[in-house]
Nanobody, 122 residues
Framework: QVQLVESGGGLVQAGGSLRLSCSAT????????VGWFRQAPGKEREFVAA????????SVAESVRGRFTVSRDNAKNTVSLVMNSLNSEDTALYYC???????????????WGQGTQVTVSS
């Protein structure tokens, strides 16, 4: 098992940037793929980005492609999500999650953080 804590959320103006971090403790971090998901009020949780344990495989959702970048530093047990050109549709609670296998589907993740709120003002 791995325990996850997100940080870096906040209030930002449209067009601005934020960097979210997901810090892990517990089992060997490089054994886990990490996904970022978000959930806006009244909407279902949706995939944002994922990165494999080694960092060699990654993907981002179509809706954020070209604006969001996911990376990891296994020496620091951290995964980062850099978000640029934010707009109001990016407002949501952002979660990181860990799984033994690489996936873009939330159902395949069984270790979740508590989430960090991102609010984009227009």
């Amino acid at each position: 098992q791995v325990q996850l804590v997100e940080s870096g959320g906040g209030l930002v103006q449209a067009g601005g940037s934020l960097r979210l971090s997901c810090s892990a403790t517990g089992s060997t971090f490089s054994d886990y793929s990490v996904g970022w998901f978000r959930q806006a009020p009244g909407k279902e949780r949706e995939f944002v980005a994922a990165i494999s344990g080694s960092g060699g495989i990654s993907s981002v959702a179509e809706s954020v492609r070209g604006r969001f970048t996911v990376s990891r530093d296994n020496a620091k047990n951290t995964v980062s999500l850099v978000m640029n050109s934010l707009n109001s549709e990016d407002t949501a609670l952002y979660y990181c999650a860990a799984a033994r296998s690489y996936s873009v589907t939330s159902q395949n993740y069984d270790n979740w953080g508590q989430g960090t709120q991102v609010t984009v003002s227009s």
